[in-house]
């Protein structure tokens, strides 16, 4: 009689699991093909807070971004192509753009879902991920609609945060057509020093802010070690912060300054050879 039992339990356990990975599979999939136009704020925790609104409108293989605050700005990836500016001048971007959803949904692809919980008495979820880009948490809809993002990498959190998302019925070309996007303009080349560096990471996020009254690009992301890498690119000189242990390099060239700042050793003397040759 007990072996019995035991046997139901054990198939009972074994349904269960199967209908887990079943259940993840359309998860993924739900999540990766869905469409969708959103407000969203960012938050990134770490030595110092940072915050930004954006609107998004996504499609499973291409994006607009409209960064509202604190510094206007506008990025879209279509295809293998970026660009990035203001709404009235979108231009190609040199620099592979991606959001903390992109690299979610790059993880999820690699490495599948780590666990998955339901959240009770509603009809959502709340996925684990584990990967070397860090440990994310997802909170995402039965029907695939992402409500929360959260990425917990070295000391540094950074969470998006869905206020708003609904539906998007409209094409990609019927939205870019609401900015000034020029595919003619020729692409601003960057400096060798940068595009090295930009070599010797895994992966990076791009931004933009203030350091003073001057605009500057801001680049984070991961060195292929491990590291955490921050690069400021700036057509001025300015005062860079940095953080307990962060050690920094810079470079000037003809009409722009390259710093770099990282905690690690070994990567902040890579990263001044290649900033030396």
């Known amino acids: ?43 990134e925790y770490g030595a110092t807070t940072k915050s930004r609104i954006e609107l998004v409108y996504r499609w499973p293989d291409r994006k607009v971004v409209q960064v509202l605050s604190p510094i206007p700005l506008v990025w879209t990836r279509t295809g293998d192509s970026f660009f990035m500016g203001s709404s009235s001048d979108l231009r190609p971007s ?112 791009v931004s933009r802010l203030n350091i003073g009254q001057e605009q500057v690009v801001l680049i984070t992301g991961m060195h292929k070690s491990g590291a955490v890498l921050k690069v400021v690119y700036a057509t001025k000189e300015v005062n860079i912060k940095t953080e307990h242990n962060e050690k920094i390099l810079r470079v000037a060239g003809d009409g722009y300054f390259v710093y770099v700042s990282t905690q690690d050793e070994q990567v902040y003397e890579e990263t001044k050879e290649i900033l030396n040759k």
Not at 17 to 31: G, K, P, Q, R, T
Not at 110 to 138: M, N, Q, T
């Open 1 to 43: 009689m007990g072996s019995k039992v035991m046997k139901k339990t054990i198939i009972a356990l074994a349904l269960t699991v199967i209908a887990s990975i079943v259940f993840s599979e359309s998860f993924i999939d739900l999540f990766l093909s869905s469409s969708y136009f959103g407000r969203r704020t960012v938050y």
């Open 94 to 205: 040199p620099l592979e753009i991606f959001d903390l959803e992109d690299l979610f949904s790059r993880e999820l692809k690699i490495h599948g879902i780590s666990r998955i919980e339901k959240l009770d008495a509603e009809k959502k979820y709340r996925a684990f991920v584990e990967s070397p880009a860090g440990f994310f948490v997802a909170v995402i809809t039965e029907d695939g609609t992402p409500e929360r993002i959260t990425r917990y990498f070295q000391n540094t959190v950074t969470e998006l945060f869905y206020e708003k998302v609904e539906p998007l019925q409209d094409s990609y070309e019927e939205v870019i057509s609401r900015y000034n996007l020029n595919k003619q303009r020729a692409v601003v080349n960057l400096p060798d020093e940068l595009v090295e560096i930009l070599k010797t990471m895994a992966w990076y996020t």
